[in-house]
């Protein structure tokens, strides 16, 4: 059957049970999709025979950068810097785990759209973050065309500060300036995330969500939509290390932008233009096959308005 809804990702569609019986996939891939439809998230192994040689590399060569003693099993770890972001620019390990094809081609067939990584985290501890969705931090236009994936590189106990979630918050509402009452545009917050933290928690108990806690084992990976919430738990012993690396998707043929510092509904948009880890060339904003990318210098709130006729006339 045709896809009426190209402009949502597969794996979300409201047609999404016809949709994914046509597509050829292995049961372990049914899986992922099923998960990631219900939960928000699913868990695999990471599909590189090189992952234990490639882990251990990234370690050797980042961990003096982290102002860690790392070779001091008793020395806290959780008192230097706690991520390096984008290693992928310098470390060619880094870089292959980001851009590994068997992981993009199942993102492919997830979302319906081809991807591509643009930004990675690497941690060697936890982050011990709140709940949050980090559709505030990176978005798109149509939304959900964004996801994560993270990598656990040594088994991951309950003292060392584990990944949370929130099983099926990836379909709460997303929150965006306007709904928390804020301006968004021309602002440089301290923490892009810090303004809907209240928000999170209400929704968090308005339906009733307990958090998940992923006791990962190395090699395990686990991907999550746009608008799951997520966040790392307490370190109770600051002698653990918890090692890994988050790599961030989008998907070709979006407008991309950060949403905490975007007025949506006036059109202003803080855009950006991401580049592709596999080629490393910008990836401009699109929307429906046409190139945007520079009205957003031109007049965003011309942009805006566009978008929005854009909108309700496809509605009627």
Request: one cysteine or more.
């Amino acid at each position: 059957m045709d896809n009426l809804f190209p402009g949502i990702p597969l794996v979300e569609s409201p047609l999404f049970n016809r949709l994914i019986a046509e597509l050829d996939l292995t049961d372990d891939e049914r899986r992922i999709a099923h998960d990631l439809h219900e939960l928000g998230y699913a868990v695999f192994d990471f599909p590189d025979p090189d992952l234990d040689g490639r882990v251990a590399r990234i370690q050797h060569r980042l961990a003096p950068r982290f102002g860690i003693d790392l070779s001091d099993p008793t020395a806290d770890k959780s008192l230097g810097d706690r991520r390096i972001q984008d290693a992928w620019t310098f470390d060619e390990d880094v870089r292959a785990i980001a851009a590994n094809q068997i992981v993009l081609d199942l993102l492919g067939k997830l979302y319906g759209r081809a991807p591509f990584p643009f930004q990675t985290l690497n941690f060697p501890v936890g982050t011990q973050q709140e709940g949050h969705s980090d559709s505030v931090h990176f978005s798109s236009l149509p939304e959900r065309f964004m996801c994560g994936v993270w990598l656990a590189m040594e088994d991951i106990s309950r003292d060392a500060g584990p990944l949370f979630y929130y099983p099926g918050s990836h379909r709460w509402p997303i929150l965006t300036n306007a709904m928390v009452g804020r301006r968004g545009f021309g602002t440089n917050p301290r923490s892009a995330q810090d303004p809907y933290e209240p928000a999170w928690r209400a929704m968090r108990e308005a339906y009733g969500s307990q958090e998940e806690v992923f006791l990962a084992r190395k090699g395990q990976a686990l991907i999550w939509s746009a608008n799951l919430l997520h966040g790392g738990c307490h370190q109770s012993n600051p002698a653990l290390t918890r090692w890994s690396q988050v790599t961030h998707y989008y998907f070709e043929g979006c407008i991309y932008y950060t949403p905490a510092m975007s007025d949506e509904v006036l059109g202003r948009l803080h855009l950006r233009k991401p580049i592709s880890i596999v080629d490393g060339r910008v990836r401009r904003s699109r929307y429906l096959g046409e190139d945007v990318t520079d009205y957003g210098k031109m007049s965003r709130r011309w942009l805006g308005a566009r978008l929005v006729s854009s909108l309700i006339n496809n509605q009627r």
